[in-house]
């Protein structure tokens, strides 16, 4: 049995980190390999050392800086601008109403 578990359509996996990164790092394997290119290769391409290569291939640890130079490297930076998108209107007045509101510089305690 999978560690995938499925409960009305939500994969659980989806929320572990773990499970993410491993997703992350297993499709930038399949671009690189795509690509004809090495782990040599792709880190003399990215400036990414083979050991940090390496590593998010096989233990699926990267910085994210290291991930944006290989994300860059294959062509495949595009996804990141959307990571963390703007929000949405649904309206002229949501609009008006989101100049109305402060915006914050900083996290409450709670």
């Given amino acids: 049995m999978d560690s995938i578990l499925t409960d009305k359509g939500i994969i659980l996996d ?7 990164a491993k997703k992350i790092a297993g499709r930038m394997k399949r671009y690189r390999l795509l690509k004809n290119l090495t782990q040599e290769g792709l880190a003399k391409m990215s400036g990414v050392s083979l050991g940090s290569l390496k590593r998010f291939e096989n233990q699926y640890k990267i910085s994210l800086q290291h991930l944006l130079k290989l994300a860059l490297t294959l ?14 209107y649904q309206s002229i007045d949501d609009i008006i109403k989101s100049r109305n509101v402060k915006e914050r510089k900083r996290g409450r305690n709670v």
Avoid: Q
């Fill in 14 to 20: 989806d929320f572990n980190p773990g499970a993410v």
């Fill in 75 to 88: 062509d495949a930076l595009d996804e990141f601008h959307d990571l963390f998108p703007d929000k949405k």
